[in-house]
């Protein structure tokens, strides 16, 4: 098996067996702020009821909920775990027909067809984040946004110390216990380090002929919020 595919299999594994606690742990791990990050991050894309919105790498929906919260009625969701599409179809009866397994890669989605893509920390997760971003550039119209929600370790020496403490010795232990895989959440803060120091996103967007490219910064530089303009 290519290292590639033994990526997409390892991770649609990892997926697919925490679902089922995946929000509780979302929520409990980053003591609540992941709703306040996902609301901040639609506000500054500038998202509203004439978007057309595909969440990428959606999960059990949190983030197309809360776009759908915000007026946005047109709202489809891809991911490549089932268990996650399934939680999100039983949360949101509303979107149910418009979920699909996919990954990012390669959507089956028609080219300009789409305003606005979300992605919450999912992009670490792609096997190929340049062909991610390729696909998010031809199925997104004319002027239309990619907000990108992801983590990443602090500047500052306090909380990037802090920060790797918890995420090394902390979450892993909570996680594991809670959903039953220690695995999946000692995952999580190894693609969280290697994913800092070794990728650039707004160049990676850059790259795949997004124009203008905005880097913000949340809760003392632990998510970052990219959105890049066709």
Known sequence: MSELADKKSQVRKIFDTIAFRYDFLNHL???GTDIYWRKKALKLTGINKDST?????CGTGDFAITAKKMGVCKIFGADFSLNMLKLFR???GWIAGHNFQTVAEKMPVKENSVTNITVAFGVRNFYDIKEGFNSFYNVLSKDG???VLEFRLPSKPVFKCLYKFYFKN?????GGIISGDREAYKYLPRSVEEFDEKINLPELLKNSGFKKIEQHNLTFGVVQVIIATK
């Open 53 to 57: 919105l595909l969440d990428v790498a």
């Open 145 to 147: 946004k990619a907000t």
């Open 29 to 31: 791990l980053s003591f």
């Open 90 to 92: 039983e949360k949101s």
């Open 170 to 174: 902390i979450l892993p232990v909570i």
